[in-house]
């Protein structure tokens, strides 16, 4: 099992930068896979980007290629999210979510909300 807890969000200008953390707490060495989602007021959570431990290069949806860089930190207990160049249609919660386990049983963290004014 696991517990995550996203940081890092607030209230950026169009063009500026964050980076988002989501601590990993429990059972590191049991997690196949982790990403970033976001939701946006009104629609539906989205994909943002994920990466394992395959050693398979990460994956970014169109949305974040080019602008955003995903990273596992020290001792895989911590996932980042570098979002550069933001844009106000980037303005979401977003979501840190683990894949866990032989089972593939799946964690989410609360959400930290990310605004970006135009």
């Known amino acids: 099992q696991v517990h995550l807890v996203e940081s890092g969000g607030g209230l950026v200008q169009a063009g500026g930068s964050l980076r988002l953390s989501c601590t990993v707490l429990?059972?590191?060495?049991?997690?196949?896979?982790l990403a970033w989602y976001r939701q946006a007021t009104g629609r539906e959570r989205e994909l943002v980007a994920a990466i394992d431990g395959s050693g398979e290069p990460p994956h970014y949806e169109a949305l974040a290629q080019g602008r955003f860089t995903i990273s596992r930190g020290d001792h895989d207990s911590i996932l980042y999210l570098q979002m550069n160049d933001l844009k106000p249609e980037d303005t979401a919660v977003y979501y840190c979510?683990?894949?866990?386990?032989?089972?593939?049983?799946?964690?989410w963290g609360p959400g930290t909300r990310v605004t970006v004014s135009s």
């Open positions: 429990g059972n590191v060495r049991a997690i196949n896979a």
């Open positions: 979510r683990a894949v866990v386990g032989a089972a593939f049983d799946e964690y």
